[in-house]
């Protein structure tokens, strides 16, 4: 796909022009993260990694993206409540995966106890590549559907005006004029107000469980001013300082330092390494209590690849959806292949396929965060290392999405200045509310479009990969 600014890319002089122009456009607009070497302190930030100019999308993908997220939001809120699905799909997982394991722990033990919580919230992210198959028809192929920290929402609602700044400098107005705006932050931030809202209690706030190293804190900032904006309390804190001063009472309110908690929001806690025993206990505590939790641990495992690669077998959507074929359609148009590599016929036929050719694929533990997949010959090694052991029910294999690549600057601070060829990835946000069994919201709220370099094969923005991008339509 070739963008209106071609001609532009290999003019040097002109692009050395218009990078510190974009730069300091970005900086503007609070498109910012903390450093590297001040993670926590804000004296000193620097702008996040951003492309150079936007990217093309087809604009029927786009919205088939679009179209397709409210069926996404009620199929992640059915199989949330499913605990005979989750049990059964997990049940190779959890025992060989030790993170998936304390995390099924914590929904045994709560369902065991009976659920306290009686209102939900979803914010997801669904992201998908496009896919450019031998017939070099493009289509829109799903990568993940991420239940947890799904994040960047803050920082691309301030990502249009600095393309279409960089764009009306460099005489393309008209194509600055077309650039969407996007406001993901502000629909996230709606879907919490409504759950702190249906929560109940006025002077309770909003808890944001964050990480110890806190370099995406303006990300967070846009969806907590949002909330302030709307008189709504926002505290945030860490998994030990939950461990170590929250408390529920006799109905199960959570406490933190003395004040009640309405909504608990995640943007840490989908990694092993965010957990010691402190951070286990404080999760545990947390879901015990009446408190939204987002994501609540059910939905947190809806999130795993395993989930991901048996809501594709046939009839599995159909289950979930039975009133609803138009949703089964749209969502199944969106699944690359996925396969089990659970120990048996199935999965023995699936690592023979991945081991005679494994550049068509992708191995993917339960891992979120990013950078955990793996491609290629190493493929081969992992599974032939596997063998027939439990071990290799820990991964899926997915086919291997093959978008075009196409040229642009990525801009990260401290790097140097170079075209090169990238591949982009798409998330829409979705937020849902559910009180006791009636969904309240059900919502698409805005996208993500994320670009790297075509030789990583793998990590978003969070892990310094990929940049943050828009889509322009074509
Ligand atoms: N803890 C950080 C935050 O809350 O901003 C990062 C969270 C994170 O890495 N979230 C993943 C994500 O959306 C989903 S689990 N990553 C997008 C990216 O890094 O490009």
Request: glycine share 6%.
């Amino acid at each position: 796909m070739t963008a209106p600014w071609d001609d532009i890319l290999l003019n040097k002089q002109l692009i050395e022009d218009v990078v510190p122009i974009a730069v300091d456009a970005a900086l503007l607009q609070g498109v910012l993260m903390r450093t590297k070497e001040e993670p926590n302190a804000s004296d000193m930030v620097n702008y996040a990694p951003f492309s150079l100019f936007p990217s093309p999308v087809p604009r029927t993908l786009f919205e088939e993206a679009r179209a397709v997220q409210q069926d996404f939001n009620l199929l992640v809120n059915l199989v949330s409540q499913d605990f005979r699905f989750l049990k059964q799909t997990l049940a190779s997982t959890v025992k060989v995966d030790e993170f998936v394991a304390q995390l099924f722990k914590i929904y045994r033990h709560v369902l065991e106890e009976g659920v306290a919580q009686s209102v939900f919230l979803g914010i997801n992210r669904s992201d998908y590549m496009f896919d450019r198959g031998t017939d070099g028809i493009v289509a829109l192929k799903q990568i993940e559907i991420n239940t947890i920290a799904a994040s960047f929402g803050g920082l691309a609602s301030r990502t249009p005006d600095v393309h279409r700044h960089v764009l009306t400098v460099l005489g393309k107005s008209e194509e600055a004029s077309r650039l969407l705006s996007n406001h993901p932050a502000e629909g996230i931030a709606a879907g919490i107000a409504l759950a702190w809202k249906l929560y109940g209690s006025d002077k309770a706030v909003v808890l944001f469980l964050v990480e110890n190293i806190q370099r995406n804190i303006f990300d967070h900032r846009y969806i907590e001013n949002e909330l302030w904006k709307r008189k709504i309390s926002v505290i945030r804190r860490r998994l030990c300082d939950v461990a170590e001063r929250a408390s529920l009472d006799k109905d199960r309110r959570l406490y933190m330092d003395g004040q009640e908690v309405a909504v608990a929001y995640f943007r840490t806690g989908y990694m092993p390494e965010d957990y010691d025993t402190q951070g286990w206990d404080a999760r545990l505590m947390m879901e015990r209590s009446q408190a939204v939790k987002c994501p609540d641990i059910a939905t947190q495992l809806v999130g795993t690849k395993k989930v991901q690669q048996e809501l594709s077998r046939p009839g599995t959507l159909e289950r979930f959806l039975p009133t609803n074929p138009e949703a089964v359609a749209r969502i199944r148009k969106t699944f690359a292949g996925l396969f089990s590599l659970d120990l048996g016929e199935e999965g023995d036929k699936t690592a023979a396929m991945a081991i005679a050719t494994p550049e068509k694929f992708v191995l993917k533990p339960q891992r979120e965060g990013g950078g955990n997949n793996i491609y290629s010959e190493e493929i081969k090694k992992v599974l032939e290392k596997a063998g027939n052991s439990a071990e290799r029910s820990s991964y899926i294999l997915m086919d291997k999405i093959c978008p075009q690549p196409v040229k642009n600057y990525l801009l990260k601070a401290g790097g140097a200045l170079q075209l090169s060829d990238c591949i982009s990835e798409l998330g829409i946000f979705g937020v849902y509310v559910r009180h006791r069994k009636e969904l309240l919201l059900n919502e698409q709220v805005g996208h993500l479009l994320r670009t790297k370099a075509v030789q990583h094969a793998d990590g978003g923005v969070a892990a310094g990969v990929a940049v943050l991008d828009n889509p322009f339509l074509l």
